[in-house]
């Protein structure tokens, strides 16, 4: 499986980005897949995660209300909508994906469980 996120960018405080994370082969469907961000000067942290079939997400407490995750299966992309962007959300932002089999519900925050990711796409958000 290959990753390629896309979509960041400069963007204002209160402003809106939405990022794309494109998945090669035919298993899309079967994987959970997740964003994670790394700030700078920070470890990597879970941002939000989507299973197989949209009906269960998971969002970081930091972004709950502001990002929304989504997917569309038949284009095998998963998306982040990321609204009211604040300095803080300044990040590399990186998808990720795991079987759904494998992922336990309580598992989809920890970025140890994800088999594949994608190389990273920049968001900086100036105050």
């Known amino acids: 499986v290959q990753l390629q996120a896309s979509g960041g960018g400069l963007v204002q405080a209160g402003g809106s980005l939405r990022l794309s994370c494109a998945a090669s082969g035919r298993a899309f469907s079967t994987f959970t897949m997740a964003w994670f961000r790394q700030g700078p000067g920070k470890e990597r942290e879970f941002v939000a995660a989507?299973?197989?079939?949209?009906?269960?997400?998971r969002y970081a407490d930091a972004v709950k209300g502001r990002f929304t995750i989504s997917r569309d299966n038949g284009k095998r992309t998963v998306y982040l909508q990321m609204n009211s962007l604040k300095s803080e959300d300044t990040a590399v932002y990186y998808c990720?994906?795991?079987?759904?089999?494998?992922?336990?519900?309580?598992?989809?925050?920890?970025?140890?469980?994800?088999?594949?990711w994608g190389q990273g796409t920049q968001v900086t958000v100036s105050s």
């Open positions: 990720a994906c795991a079987a759904d089999r494998t992922l336990i519900t309580g598992a989809m925050s920890g970025d140890r469980h994800y088999d594949y």
């Open positions: 989507i299973r197989s079939s949209g009906g269960n997400t």
